[in-house]
């Protein structure tokens, strides 16, 4: 079993930066991709970002060249650096991992991160 909590969230100006940070407890061994999602009012949860476990990375074309995954396999931790924040990246945001055998997915509770001036 793995356990997610998130950290980092809050309100940002426009153009401005906010690190969010994830840390797994339990098996973290186990986790194969590690990712982070994200859901706006009214609208579906999609993915934001994604990390394999060797270390390939995958973002959202939303957030390409702004946003930056990074992970640390031994501490079962995984962040988001976010830069030239937009209103339209104002969203609770979920720390994503799967169990490299089962493939079942663990989600944090999530973090709010509003943008607006």
């Known amino acids: 079993q793995v356990q997610l909590v998130e950290s980092g969230g809050g309100l940002v100006q426009p153009g401005g930066s906010l690190r969010l940070s994830c840390v797994a407890s339990g098996s973290i061994f186990s986790i194969n991709d590690m990712g982070w999602y994200r859901q706006a009012p009214g609208k579906q949860r999609e993915l934001v970002a994604a990390a394999t476990r060797g270390g390939r990375t995958n973002y959202s074309d939303s957030v390409k060249g702004r946003f930056t995954i990074s992970r640390d396999n031994a501490k079962g931790t995984v962040y988001l650096q976010m830069s030239s924040l937009k209103p339209e990246d104002t969203a609770v945001y979920y720390c994503?991992?799967?169990?490299?055998?089962?493939?079942?997915?663990?989600w944090g509770q999530g973090t709010q991160v509003t943008v607006s001036s």
């Open positions: 994503n991992a799967d169990h490299i055998l089962t493939r079942k997915a663990y």
